[in-house]
């Protein structure tokens, strides 16, 4: 994360795509998907399961983290400056 904050300490012009990509790529969980298609292939159904359901919550976190870092900064900082503007 810090290496993705570094060019907007030094002044570069980036975007915020950009740095939510490099931010956010790697909480990913890539294992628990590769596990839960390799239990499914292999007819371990019990784990497949387990496994299927624990990355399912850590992708639905990471999903519902950036919705509210978002849309709460975001309607937070309006109502702010309304105020502020009057």
């Given at each position: 994360m810090t290496l993705s904050l570094l060019p907007l300490?030094?002044?570069f012009?980036?975007?915020y795509d950009k740095i939510?990509?490099?931010v956010i790529?790697?909480?990913v969980p890539g294992a628990g998907i590769y596990y839960t298609a390799y239990?499914?292939?292999t007819k371990q159904h019990a784990l497949f399961a387990q496994k299927g359901l624990e990355t399912f919550e850590i992708a639905s976190a990471i999903v519902f983290g950036i919705?509210?870092?978002?849309a709460i900064p975001q309607?937070?900082?309006a109502k702010i400056g309304k105020v502020f503007h009057r």
């Amino acid at each position: 994360m810090t290496l993705s904050l570094l060019p907007l300490l030094f002044g570069f012009k980036i975007s915020y795509d950009k740095i939510v990509i490099g931010v956010i790529i790697p909480l990913v969980p890539g294992a628990g998907i590769y596990y839960t298609a390799y239990y499914l292939i292999t007819k371990q159904h019990a784990l497949f399961a387990q496994k299927g359901l624990e990355t399912f919550e850590i992708a639905s976190a990471i999903v519902f983290g950036i919705i509210f870092g978002f849309a709460i900064p975001q309607s937070l900082f309006a109502k702010i400056g309304k105020v502020f503007h009057r």
